[in-house]
């Protein structure tokens, strides 16, 4: 059996470094509030608002370090908050999306495009990914059980040296199958 951790990704942002500048004043870093799932990968302590035509969000997590492009990751529930209709796609991929207002203590920035919904993905490390047959960008299918147990399709495998076995879900596909991050699900293939 594949079992594999499931992770929930609440709403977050990666900013740029010029973005962070802007936001947080020249030479502002980022500092660790927590590590995550993904080696080298933490939620920072500063948080950020974020602007839509519709609604706003007051404190979003920033997730560090800095990204070569900024991108707000949020559930379809958070886009009818915020007014947006991006579409669902792998973190970076991020052209043709819409945009979004960000403010942080030092200033704030319109960026015209960054706003996606998270596809749902496994990270692997390589050596995983090869013991279990699985392709960088395969499509998978992960059952996971319990009183709302159900079958996540087109589950994108990520594989990397560089990652560690994560399975990453929204909150709306967390709370539709009943689950919290460290439960698991069992790859079918």
Known sequence: MKQVPIGVSARHIHLSK????????EGAELTVLKPLSQPGQFAANETVEVIGP???FPKVRILGPA???TQLEISRTDAFALGLNPPVRESG??????????VGPAGQVTVEEGVIIAARHIHFHTSEAE???IADKQLLRVRVGGERGL???????????????D??????????????????GEILD
């Open 93 to 102: 991929d991020i052209a043709g999306s819409p945009g979004i207002t960000i």
């Open 67 to 69: 990204r070569p492009k």
């Open 54 to 56: 519709k609604g706003r």
């Open 18 to 25: 010029e973005h962070i500048a802007a936001l947080f004043g």
């Open 131 to 133: 013991a279990w047959g």
């Open 151 to 165: 079958v996540f399709e087109n589950v994108i495998a990520r594989v990397s040296d560089s990652f560690a076995l």
């Open 167 to 184: 399975m990453h879900i929204d909150t709306d596909e967390a709370n539709a199958a009943g689950l919290k991050t460290g439960d698991t």
